[in-house]
């Protein structure tokens, strides 16, 4: 398994501005990911989060919006840009451990609020 | 992403019964399906998966039921207690992908009664 931090835990931000969120994992990973949950909503997936090269977004998110880095085997970042109250979401951040193919493990998200 | 369909939407149990949650798939690709819980203000947590070289399987009070040729496979939690009352995501992903990229369902609300 992978214990997955992610910081902040929660922010209350201005609309038109940016925030970014930190995930740490305790251990090599191969894979991370980072997904949206909507309030009382499943979780979506955002993007692949991939070390030394440019994330692959999935259908409808954009590198503009969401830039992701993962300088890396434990560590990436996802900036929320230019926020509108429509990104109101708790963003999660999960991670394959090394040496599996399925299991993923999810941090305990980042609450934000912008108003 | 191809949809995996999850019912019912919510479901009071009363403590000692059985909790069922079902999801349905699409598409044929789909070969992994695990079940997360998650609890208000935390992260889902993988409970159990199955791979479709089986029709069962069982951890504790935990049982996935998987049908092929139904594409539809469903969790059952036996002896429910209040502790797991949580909100329960059916997901799945395919083997093309070379590793999980997971489809949710839409997540049932469990909640059992004491």
């Known amino acids: 398994s992978a214990v997955i931090s992610q910081k902040p835990s929660r922010d209350i931000c201005q609309r038109g501005t940016s925030l970014t969120i930190q995930c740490q994992v305790d251990s090599q990973v191969t894979m991370m990911f980072w997904y949206r949950q909507q309030p009382g909503q499943s979780l979506t997936l955002i993007a692949t989060a991939n070390q030394g090269s440019e994330a692959t977004y999935e259908s409808g998110f954009v590198i503009d919006k969401f830039p992701i880095s993962r300088p890396n085997l434990t560590f990436s970042t996802l900036t929320v840009s230019n926020m509108s109250p429509e990104d109101s979401s708790i963003y999660l951040c999960?991670?394959?451990?090394?040496?599996?193919?399925?299991?993923?493990?999810f941090g305990p998200g980042t609450r934000l609020t912008v108003t | 992403q191809q949809q995996v369909k999850q019912s019912p939407q919510s479901l009071i149990v009363q403590k000692g019964g059985i909790s069922i949650i079902n999801c349905a798939y699409e598409?044929?690709?789909?070969?992994?399906f695990p079940w997360y819980q998650q609890f208000p203000g935390k992260g889902p947590a993988l409970l159990i998966a199955?791979?479709?070289?089986?029709s069962e399987k069982k951890e504790g009070r935990f049982t996935i039921s998987f049908n092929k040729s139904a594409k539809q496979f469903s969790l059952h939690i036996m002896d429910s207690q209040p502790g797991d009352s949580a909100t329960y995501f059916c997901?799945?992903?395919?083997?093309?992908?070379?590793?999980?990229?997971?489809?949710f369902g839409k997540g049932t609300m469990l909640l059992v009664s004491p």
């Open positions: 999960s991670a394959l451990p090394a040496g599996q193919t399925y299991e993923q493990y």
């Open positions: 199955i791979r479709p070289d089986v």
């Open positions: 997901a799945a992903s395919p083997s093309n992908s070379g590793y999980s990229t997971l489809t």
């Open positions: 598409n044929t690709a789909f070969d992994y």
